[in-house]
Every structure is written in structure tokens, then in C-alpha cells.
């Protein structure tokens, strides 16, 4: 994988597209050195015209991945790997991302209680060749989903929740790394893809980059 390479990796500017803690802590839990950069795309792509939730979280991820690299970078810091990232819920075919309030909060967690719902997280890759001028080089992306059993759950014990505020800013209105944690009864697929990305599929990624070239070579 990457890990023989990560002395090598950490010379680079590698930029995180993403303002996400979780996402942040799990790269620099790897062995990364990276730099948040959050990309300002508005997230409004039309779901309708995507076959699942991981297609959706896919393209996603590479629209902010692209609106950071389309920036206009000063060559002498121009960054060599900017990683997007974007994490849906879905269930029954309806993509669920952050709640807007604390009735819609309410409304996903009543939703998933009981029941198998699918998390997916979208990655996007991309190497620059000419930032500034909205050119890409290399461009990889891809989604993980992985199923999620929740328990049932009471109208008081959602209400419990959503009252310590950790809903607010995470798709479905749950972390599974936080107190509803409690609530999976099992997991299939990759827990970290859960929590907001992948780090198997995307350590894999980088690896393919590095043996077919296609990373700029360490200056």
C-alpha cells in the first residue's frame, strides 16, 4: 500500500477538500500530513439524476474536489494531491445528508430505527497539472457503501440525542464514532467509510497513482 511511502507523500502539499474533522483525523491517523482547504462547492447536484446514493456521493466528492483545483495557485505552491470527499445516507432509494433542523433530525433517525440503511462516501483524487486555469491533471473517484443495522429506537431516546446536538452537520444525523455508536447492532462493509472516509479504497487509489507514475515525483 502507501505506507512505505508515506516519508515520500508528506514532502508534497497534500490538501484536503474537505472542512470535516473526522476526515482530517483519520488522514493524519495514517500518517499524513494534511492541509484542510474547504472547497466552496454548493453541494446541489441534482440527486434525480443519479442511480443510487453512491453515485451521488461520488460525483459529490469530485465537484469539490475540482473547485479547489480550479483555484488560481501561485506555482510555487501549487498543491500535488487535493482529496475530495462527500458521505450520503440512504434508505428505500431516498438520500439522506445533513439534517436542516432538529424535526428533520428527528425525522431521519425515526427513519433509519429498526432497519438496514447504506452509508455511502464518495473520494475524489486529483493530481494538478496546470492549477489556476481550471485544468486537472489526473482525476480518480470512487464510492464505498457499506450497510448499517440500527436498533430500534424510541421517540425519547432520539429526542435524548439530537438534544447533545451531534445530528447537526453529519449525514443521517448520526456519527457512528459518538453516542449512536450504541445503536449499530452490526456493520457490513468498512466501518471508516461510515465515519466519512475510506481509508482502505483510498490508501489503494494513492498506491495505483504511485506505481503507474502518475504522482509527481518528490522535489
Given amino acids: 500500500m502507501i505506507l512505505e511511502h508515506l516519508s515520500a507523500l508528506n514532502q508534497h502539499r497534500l490538501l484536503l477538500a474537505s472542512a470535516s474533522p473526522r476526515r482530517k483525523e483519520i488522514l493524519q491517523n495514517l500518517g499524513l500530513r494534511v492541509e484542510v482547504v474547504p472547497s466552496s ?27 479547489v483545483a480550479s483555484r488560481n495557485w501561485p506555482q510555487q505552491s501549487l498543491p500535488s494531491l487535493i482529496i475530495g470527499a462527500d458521505t450520503v445516507v440512504e434508505q428505500d432509494g431516498c ?77 443521517g444525523a448520526y456519527g457512528i464514532q459518538g453516542p449512536a455508536g450504541a445503536w449499530v447492532k452490526q456493520i457490513r462493509g468498512d466501518y471508516f467509510s461510515v465515519m466519512g472516509f475510506p481509508v482502505h479504497a483510498f490508501a489503494a487509489e494513492v498506491a495505483s497513482l504511485l506505481k503507474q507514475g502518475l504522482f509527481p515525483s518528490v522535489r
Avoid: C, W
Fill in 95 to 171: 438520500i439522506l445528508e445533513k439534517p436542516a433542523d432538529a424535526s428533520d433530525a428527528h425525522d431521519m433517525l425515526s427513519r433509519l430505527s429498526a432497519r438496514v440503511h447504506q452509508v455511502h462516501t464518495g473520494v475524489a483524487l486529483i493530481v494538478p497539472s496546470n492549477a489556476g486555469q481550471g485544468h486537472s491533471g489526473v482525476q480518480r473517484s470512487f464510492a464505498v457503501t457499506t450497510g448499517v443495522d440500527f436498533a430500534a429506537l424510541s421517540s425519547s431516546e432520539i429526542a435524548a440525542y439530537i438534544a447533545t446536538g451531534e445530528p447537526f452537520g453529519k449525514a
Fill in 41 to 67: 462547492f454548493e453541494e446541489n447536484l441534482d440527486k434525480a439524476s443519479f442511480r443510487n446514493g453512491a453515485a451521488y456521493a461520488q460525483a459529490t466528492a469530485l465537484a469539490k474536489a475540482q473547485e
